[in-house]
């Protein structure tokens, strides 16, 4: 039995939607196929009637600033967020994130919206996403909605974005300001494929040397993406000094519930991966916040 039997490219939202309304739930919304096309042939997902590819569609393959926020359309790939100055700028962790996913072959098709999409809690595009607050666009043929991203998820794989009716649009999220700044780090298998062992995202605002915001989000900790509210809370008004960030590994290994994965890690490893995190990416994002420098470490060895 064939995974499908047409594949369809329309060029505008409109157009795509009313496709996935005549086949009444029986074609997908696909972008690069990266995890879609390996989840059908590995029979994860059953063969559909038709794909709806959405990487043709017009205006949905640029990255943008529409005043406040920064907007990304849902063909845009990981390889154009990683060459983005735009995001180099305002929204760094999403490309040290981007920069990690797959090779390059991958990331010159995958999409930041594919990954989300696919709903896996420690999917990197989406752990940058969450420190950002990120918001989703999803159109059916009954309307368009914006969705917050913490509200994307139902459980590991299970996202509240119906892809075989509905086509998640875009992404949008508010560019980090004044005194703000955002890092991503992960720790991986050295042939590890699709998925880290753990990441973090972080963002702070930093004012007169002290922490006075902190989102950060880790992956994976609970079946869906996970902000570490109780360790926000914990940082908030503290120095951002070395000391500060010593201080927060409590609260960090409290509120956060790795499990152990056969391919990937045991729960004991993973907490002993959550502090060195923590040390690289909130000091990292410390450091940017502080001096106004901002470069990716897009070279640097995992
Ligand atoms: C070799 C390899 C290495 C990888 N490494 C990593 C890695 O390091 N980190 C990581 O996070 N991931 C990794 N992945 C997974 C994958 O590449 C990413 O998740 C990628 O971003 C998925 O995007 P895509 O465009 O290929 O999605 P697709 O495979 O096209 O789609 C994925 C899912 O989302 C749905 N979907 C896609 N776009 C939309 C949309 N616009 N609206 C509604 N539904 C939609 C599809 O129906 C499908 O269910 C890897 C994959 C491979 C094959």
Request: proline letters at 6%.
């Amino acid at each position: 039995m064939p995974l499908w039997n047409e594949y369809h490219l329309p060029t505008s939202v409109d157009e795509a939607v009313a496709l996935l309304a005549k086949y009444a739930g029986r074609a997908r919304v696909v972008a690069g196929g990266t995890d879609l096309i390996l989840d059908l042939q590995q029979g994860h997902e059953q063969p559909v009637e038709a794909l709806v590819d959405v990487t043709r569609i017009a205006g949905l393959t640029e990255i943008r600033q529409d005043a406040d926020y920064v907007i990304i359309g849902c063909g845009v790939t990981h390889a154009q967020i990683v060459t983005s100055e735009l995001l180099h700028q305002k929204a760094t962790c999403l490309v040290e994130a981007s920069y990690v996913v797959g090779g390059p072959q991958v990331r010159n098709v995958a999409t930041l919206a594919g990954n989300v999409a696919h709903a896996l809690p420690a999917a990197d595009g989406s752990t940058a996403l969450n420190v950002l607050d990120a918001e989703v666009e999803v159109v059916s043929f009954n309307g368009r909605r914006w969705i917050p991203f913490t509200s994307l998820f139902r459980g590991p794989g299970q996202s509240a974005v119906d892809s075989t009716r509905e086509v998640l649009t875009a992404i949008r999220f508010k560019a980090t300001g004044n005194h703000a700044a955002t890092a991503f780090s992960r720790i991986m298998r050295p042939q590890g494929v699709a998925l880290p062992i753990m990441n973090m995202a972080v963002c702070v605002r930093v004012i007169a040397d002290h922490i006075a915001a902190a989102a950060i989000a880790a992956a994976p900790v609970a079946p869906t993406p996970f902000r570490c509210r109780q360790t926000e809370v914990f940082l908030k008004d503290r120095p951002a000094i070395p000391a500060t960030i010593e201080a927060a590994i409590e609260p960090l290994l409290s509120e956060c519930r790795p499990r152990t994965s056969p391919h990937r890690a045991t729960a004991e490893y993973r907490r002993e991966v959550l502090p060195v995190l923590l040390r690289r990416t909130l000091s990292k994002a410390i450091e940017r916040a502080k001096s106004g420098m901002v470069t990716p470490n897009i070279y640097e060895v995992e």
